[in-house]
């Protein structure tokens, strides 16, 4: 199993707790282990990344 870097952990929790607070369902949060980026399907159209350095972006 993949762990995250530190820097990932904390955006994750960061966006996570964003999202929740704006009533949005978090449906998958997943590793991919050939790129090491965290990828986040949240609502009905909501999809990030989050890099091993931490930076996060909208897909």
Avoid: W
Wanted: proline share 3%; net charge negative; with cysteine.
């Amino acid at each position: 199993m993949q762990e995250p870097t530190i820097e990932q952990a904390k955006e994750l929790f960061r966006v996570c707790y964003q999202l929740t607070n704006m009533y949005c369902s978090i449906h998958l949060v997943r590793i991919d282990k050939t790129t090491s980026r965290i990828y986040i399907l949240a609502g009905e159209e909501t999809q990030l990344e989050i890099f091993p350095n931490g930076s996060m972006r909208y897909l």
